[in-house]
């Protein structure tokens, strides 16, 4: 009987490892700009678009643009990130109030794997809570 414990307390301990080493390798973590420079695995950045650097070139599918951290320990200078992603634009992305960016950093800039768009609420600014 204990033989039979101690056997299924080890699996169980084995299986708990490899259940938290596979979650914490599939989790991507938010880090400020100069952390995603350095990555050496996938990382999330959240910037405000600027609009005047937006290139797209449609026969690549490959959009190019700077984000500026809105999260700044310097509000007066903030830092700037290129951003490229190869894909088709996002359907509001000229609209977009900011990008949640997930990729790796390359010496092109940071290459995004995935491209989040944040969007003003349409609900944004009324007070009488009708909708």
């Known amino acids: 009987m204990k033989a039979k414990f101690i056997i299924g307390s080890v699996i169980v301990v084995i299986f ?12 991507v973590k938010y880090v ?30 490959r959009l190019t643009f700077s984000i500026v951290e809105t999260d700044s320990d310097n509000p007066q200078s903030p830092d700037s990130m290129k951003i490229i992603y190869y894909g088709v634009i996002p359907g509001n992305f000229d609209q977009a109030t900011s990008v949640m960016v997930r990729g790796k950093p390359s010496d092109e800039g940071f290459i995004a794997e995935k491209l989040y768009v944040k969007c003003p609420s349409k609900y944004q600014g009324l007070s009488d809570g009708s909708r």
Do not use: C, H, M
């Open 16 to 27: 708990g490892i490899w259940g938290v080493s596979a979650f914490l390798k599939t989790t």
């Open 32 to 61: 400020p700009f100069a952390e995603a420079a350095a990555a050496e695995r996938t990382v999330q950045i959240t910037g405000a678009i600027d609009f005047n650097s937006v290139r797209y070139d449609a026969d690549q599918k």
